[in-house]
């Protein structure tokens, strides 16, 4: 009988439920770096965090070796808008780069806090730059 695979419907269920877990996780690592940015240390504060939803110690601390490696670089964050409908989200060490784009395109700055709650991620692509270049 077709489509009564038992293990192909554990296969999709299991897909289903890594998925929304891999979300979950990337948003409490995003948390907990900030939180070990803010603070300088791993504290209680981040390690509580991550044990109410079962996100392992190891990799806490591996997000702390991970922020004292580069500590030195800040990252701005920033959401534009741009012609046709066309919404960017920049994250970059250095702004000059980030100016020269948003005047060569004449991109409209949004805050971030609109992102997630009134947009979803149809397509991504993420540039890496090795060089300074305004050539995309």
Do not use: C
């Amino acid at each position: 009988m077709a489509g009564h695979s038992h293990s192909a419907n554990v296969k999709y269920r299991k897909d289903r439920q890594d998925e929304v877990k891999s979300k979950l996780f990337l948003k409490l690592r995003k948390k907990i770096e900030s939180i070990i940015k803010e603070e300088g240390e791993v504290n209680e504060k981040s390690l509580s965090l991550a044990r109410e939803n079962q996100f392992p110690k190891e990799k806490v601390y591996q997000i702390w070796e991970k922020v004292k490696e580069n500590k030195e670089i800040s990252f701005s964050r920033n959401f534009y808008q741009g012609s046709f409908g066309i919404f960017l989200y920049l994250e970059r060490e250095n702004n000059e780069f980030t100016e020269k784009l948003v005047e060569k395109f004449k991109l409209k700055k949004l805050p971030l806090s609109s992102f997630p709650n009134h947009f979803k991620l149809t397509y991504s692509l993420k540039i890496n730059l090795k060089k300074e270049s305004e050539n995309l």
